[in-house]
């Protein structure tokens, strides 16, 4: 199996002797100097024999793993290096396999590791012992009960910062397969003087802490407390509050869960704390000093907040609870008196008050634990019980609790001595083995001297305190003086023997205990003893309305009248020590004793005085002795066969005869003498440590050389399977690289040879084809041939026979020639006559021809305006012309036909026009790309138009506008709608369309013009006769843009009436005839400043002269 990292390191680094009974010489000197060495080593334990000794490491040492346990599990003790767990094994199978109960008792003074050590058997048990949902909850419901008793019982002392301060007795119960189903739990003397106050540095209970810090605020507001703990004054005196490897906020939710976990109910925890909280609360209770009027002192209570709030907490009347805190009631002679308390006697009865309530809860809840851990069916149970107590203790100043404290650790001690002792000669009886007597102290006597009935300190102490009348503390040391004076372990100053011992104080008595001696101030003893509490105050707690609280304080209810006193804390504590002493006597005792290496809490240092001391008081070299009374050591002999089998060569390797026979070889192969050895029914003994020293040397020697062999054949071996597996490997590597080598190979040939086949393959086709391609020119060539011989017999024979007909065509001409020769030959005078004229005929014929056909061809379009004609030799010039002309009056006639009656007209109009005005007026050539329109007003289609011309019968509409007439009295122009029809001039007025006069278009008998540039015309009238009405206004000026289109008009009219063209003069002057004056017009160029056109000129009159201005 192999090892943990802690016990391997252990085995390994192993230094010193882990069994102290081995130690050779036996002295507290050797004894010291090993644990030390293995201390130093961080081998915290050694075995005094079955006996555990712990050194406390004060830090996290691997030794605590499930690994470790499982390698402890079912071992033999001495296989493994020594721990705690190797003796939780061996008792706990003592206990499942061979029915014994079992006791694992822990002593060691304050800080040595004891209740570290207890929870490491819990762990272990709780590891090894069976699996399953009853037992895990078992299993847990009694690992949960640590946590919650230390709150409630631990403190932080100078001495440790989890330092218990009650004793604890666990009794674990298994059933028959070894499976815990429950458990008890006995504690004993909680030091409740710890709740009123502490010494400086020091710290109350964990749980008031870890209320305040871990509770939430609204819970804290129902208990009615602030989270701060310097409020309270049983928390602050001592100036310790804070402790940095404590989280209390973490611990309190711990115990709660543990609460829980264990199984109390909401209400009873909510109860629990509530309780708490009250003890806080009345340490806060002040008092103020009062004179009574019979002279007496009396108290009030100052912050009656504090009380009233107490109250409220604990359900009863506040004054109820201010009367039991501040008057006491006195029986005399059966009357009962109220009498007041002085200021320190109500501090005095409210301390008393809260130690009581607190140590009374705390028994309540080891009992509330009892009762859910305790096994709830009727079946055989093993027990195994675990008691962690508190060790010896010597203060500067010891007390009543030390008193106590050291009586208890005097019975441990006794009950060790007896039980070792008793255990040693059973084994010697057992073996067959002669006992030999051992010298050892017996402290017997001391016990006596505490304990022993009338005369015992105890004893004598309940004795005065149940004396009437005035008993202190010093009568009860006079008594103790006369008592015992004579008792070697008992020393007071006022003794003999110790009148001159200054170190002895008059006011205490020293014991002279089993681990040194301790001197005790005898002050608080009665007090202490007699645990009273004044009946007021259990009434008055009674009476609360708080249910645990009743619970707490019986002895108040009213109708219990018994009277009888109850037990004394001494003879209390005496009934419960006996009670556990016998309880221990029945188990199967182990122990495991507690070192503490140094007064500070440090790792690594171990001071040789401090751990001297506590050897001592732990009787450790007394142990020793024991132990090694006669036989050091002694061993079973199939397991000294085992371990010492190769020191014969009989018996290694294996060996199976007689197993003494085995062990008497080896012996004797050892050469060991006789008396130094005894041979036992199981077990061999040998007296001297030596002796078994020198065996385990030759037998580590042996093993060395043993180890080396095996080493040698075993290395042989791997190596030796190493090459084989090797050479296995290399045949199957090399087959498999031959294989892929040859894979290769053929894959490189195979690929080659396609490659050579392809290329011959290749050359041969190519040689094929190029046979093939050579037979196909070869037939090329022959076709090619045949070809061209072909074409060049085809050409040779066209050749010849385009040359024949040349020939043919030649011998014709040369014939026709011949032919002509000989005509003109036999004609010759003939044909001089006539050939000449009419040689000359035909080419005049031809070239008229030619020019006749050139016209044709390239005659101009039909447009007459059109003035491109063929050109034409000189001597047809005439003729050219002559038909140019033809072309043209031909093509205007049929322009003409073309054309319509209205554009006839039209067009007789510009004509006429032409005639007047060409080259004689100045704004002609302007009127002559625009049409005449005649009607620009379109009043064809007017209604009025329509009316007037009903009237006058001017249907045909020639031309009407705006027109400027001239005033012919004063030249000045006016605007008038001028219409000119076929048969009139009609003047009207063109806003009104009213007609303001009408002309016959016969009446105008000439019209005068200037050449220049204006629009003006002067219409001249016929001479009146017979009273024409027209003539007689004379002749009219008037202008128009249009001028040219009217004059042109009227005048077209005017020959249409009278078949003769009207006269019109075209020249600067003309006269007229206005009315009845004649009077000369004269129009004049160049005036300055005129705009030309009608607006554009002046008329002014002057007489018979009008002279019109242009510009
Ligand atoms: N085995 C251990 N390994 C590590 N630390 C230990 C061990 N035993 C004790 N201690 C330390 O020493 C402190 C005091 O131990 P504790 O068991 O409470 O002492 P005791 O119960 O004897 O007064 C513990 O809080 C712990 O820090
Ligand atoms: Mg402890």
Redesign the pocket.
């Known amino acids: 199996m192999a090892l943990h990292l802690g016990a391997q390191y252990i085995l390994e680094h192993n230094v010193g002797i882990s069994d102290a009974v081995l130690l050779h010489p036996l002295t507290e000197e050797a004894f010291i100097e090993n644990i030390k060495k293995r201390f130093s080593h961080e081998q915290?334990y050694t075995y005094i024999g079955t006996v555990v000794v712990s050194v406390?490491?004060?830090?996290?040492?691997p030794l605590y793993t499930p690994e470790v346990i499982e390698e402890y599990r079912s071992r033999n003790i001495y296989e493994l290096p020594p721990h705690i767990y190797a003796i939780s094994d061996e008792a706990y199978r003592s206990m499942r396999d061979r029915n014994l109960d079992q006791c694992i008792i822990i002593s060691?003074e304050?800080?040595?590791?004891?209740?570290?050590?207890s929870k490491v058997i819990m762990q272990y048990v709780a590891q090894v012992s069976g699996k399953g949902r009853e037992i895990d909850r078992v299993k847990e419901q009694l690992l949960q009960s640590n946590p919650v008793l230390e709150a409630f019982g631990n403190a932080k002392t100078l001495r440790?910062?989890?330092?218990?301060r009650f004793g604890k007795y666990m009794d674990i119960e298994f059933d028959f397969k070894g499976d815990p189903i429950g458990g008890v739990i006995t504690n004993y003397l909680l030091e409740k003087s710890r709740v009123a106050s502490q010494i400086p540095g020091e710290r109350n209970f964990h749980i008031f802490y870890q209320l305040l810090a871990g509770a939430d605020p609204t819970f804290l507001e129902t208990l009615k407390l602030s989270p701060k703990p310097e409020n309270y004054g049983f928390l602050n005196r001592s100036g310790c509050i804070k402790v940095d490897a404590i989280d209390d906020a973490k611990d309190f939710n711990m115990v709660k869960t543990g609460m829980e976990v264990i199984g109390f109910y909401r209400t009873e925890i909510t109860e629990v704390f509530q309780l708490v909280a009250s003890v806080l609360k009345l340490g806060n209770v002040e008092f103020s000093h009062r004179s009574n009027a019979d002279g007496t002192d009396g108290c009030d209570i100052s912050n009656t907040g504090e009380i009233a709030e107490v109250a409220q907490l604990l359900g009863c009347l506040e004054q109820n609870l201010t009367n039991a805190l501040t008057q006491r009631t006195v029986e005399v002679k059966r009357d009962k008196v109220k009498t007041d308390f002085s200021v320190a006697g109500a501090v005095y009865a409210r301390d008393a008050l809260c130690k009581a309530i607190y140590s009374r809860l705390f028994s309540w809840l080891v009992q509330r634990i009892n009762d859910s851990i305790k096994v709830k069916t009727e079946q055989t149970r093993k027990v195994m019980g675990v008691l962690?107590i508190y060790g010896f203790e010597v203060f500067q100043t010891n007390r009543y609790e030390q008193f106590i404290i050291n009586y208890c650790n005097e019975k441990l001690q006794q009950i060790f001595i007896e039980l070792t002792l008793k255990e040693e000669q059973e084994e010697y009886i057992r073996e067959g083995i002669e006992w030999i007597h051992v010298d050892y102290f017996n402290n017997a006597v001391i016990c006596d001297l505490i304990e022993k009935n009338n005369v015992g300190i105890l004893a004598l102490l309940d004795e005065q305190c149940l004396l009437p009348g005035n008993v202190t503390d010093k009568t009860f040391l006079e008594k103790l003086n006369q008592t015992c004076k004579d008792h070697p372990h008992f020393e007071s100053r006022t003794l003999k023997k110790n009148q001159s011992d200054r170190t002895l104080p008059h006011d205490a008595f020293r014991l002279k205990h089993y681990a040194g001696n301790v001197t005790y101030k005898v002050d608080g003893f009665i007090d202490k003893n007699n645990d009273l509490l004044y009946r007021d105050l259990s009434q008055a707690m009674y009476a609360c309305r708080h249910n645990l609280m009743k619970k707490l304080f019986p002895e108040g209810n009213p109708s219990q009248k018994s009277l009888k006193r109850p037990p004394t804390a001494g003879s209390q504590f005496k009934a419960s020590v006996q009670e556990l002493m016998k309880n221990l006597l029945s188990k199967n005792p182990n122990y495991i004793r507690?070192i503490k290496p140094n007064d500070d809490k440090q790792s690594g240092t171990l001071d040789l005085e401090i751990v001297k001391h506590q050897v001592r008081y732990l009787g450790l070299m007394e142990n020793i002795r024991v132990k090694r009374a006669g036989y050091a050591y002694r061993q079973i002999y199939a397991q000294f066969l085992y371990r010492y089998k190769m020191l014969a060569d009989e018996t290694w390797p294996s060996w199976h005869g007689d197993v003494v026979e085995g062990v008497k070889l080896i012996l004797a192969n050892q050469k060991i003498q006789q008396d130094e050895i005894a041979f036992g029914k199981s077990k061999l003994f040998i007296r001297n440590p030596k002796t078994l020293f020198d065996l385990e040397e030759t037998r580590r020697e042996r093993m060395h050389f043993l180890a080396t062999l095996i080493q040698k054949v075993w290395k042989g071996h791997v190596k030796r399977e190493h090459f084989l597996l090797m050479k296995r490997s290399q045949v199957v590597i090399s087959s498999r690289f031959r294989g892929f080598y040859g894979q290769k190979q053929y894959k490189k040939k195979k690929a080659a040879t396609l490659l050579l086949q392809c290329c011959t393959r290749r050359w041969k086709a190519r040689k094929v084809l190029a046979e093939l391609k050579h037979e196909k020119r070869c037939q090329l060539a022959a076709t090619d041939i045949q070809k061209h011989y072909r074409g060049w017999q085809a050409r040779k024979l066209l050749a010849e026979l385009k040359h024949a007909k040349r020939m043919e065509w030649a011998a014709r001409v040369i014939h026709k020639y011949y032919l002509g020769w000989k005509v003109r030959k036999n004609y010759k005078p003939k044909f001089r006559r006539i050939a000449g004229p009419k040689v000359a005929r035909f080419m005049v014929v031809a070239l008229k021809r030619k020019f006749l056909l050139n016209v044709r061809d390239k005659l101009p379009s039909l447009s007459p305006v059109d003035n491109k004609w063929p050109s034409s030799p000189k001597m047809y010039k005439s003729a050219s012309d002559q038909l140019q002309v033809m072309h043209h009056k031909w093509r205007c006639r049929k322009y003409r036909r073309k054309l319509s009656e209205a554009q006839k007209y039209t067009l007789r109009e510009k004509a006429t026009a032409s005639d007047i005005f060409k080259d004689k007026k100045v704004i002609y050539p302007e009127s002559v790309p625009r049409p005449f329109k005649g009607d620009y007003l379109n009043i064809r289609g007017d209604m009025k138009w329509k009316k007037i011309h009903s009237l006058t019968n001017d249907i045909n509409l020639v031309f009407a506008d705006l027109v400027h007439k001239v005033n012919r009295a004063n030249g000045k122009i006016v605007q008038q709608l001028l219409v000119v029809s076929s048969q009139a001039f009609l003047v009207i007025d063109h806003r009104t369309m009213t007609l303001k006069y009408r002309i016959p278009i016969e009446f105008i008998e000439k019209i005068s013009l200037s050449p220049f540039q204006d629009k003006l015309a002067v219409f001249h009238m016929k001479k009146p006769e017979n009273g024409d009405r027209f003539a007689k206004k004379g002749d009219f000026i008037i202008g128009n843009e249009h001028i040219i289109e009217i004059v042109t008009k009227s005048s077209l009219c005017v020959k249409n009436k009278t078949n003769t063209m009207p006269e019109i003069s075209i020249s600067p002057q003309c006269s007229g005839q206005f009315g009845s004056s004649a009077v000369q017009v004269s129009f004049q160029q160049g005036a300055k400043g005129l705009e030309p056109g009608i607006p554009g000129v002046k008329v002014t009159r002057k007489k018979h002269l009008m002279l019109i201005s242009e510009p």
């Open positions: 915290i406390n490491p004060y830090k996290k040492l060691g304050s800080g040595a590791g004891k209740t570290e050590a440790n910062d989890n330092s218990s962690d507690c």
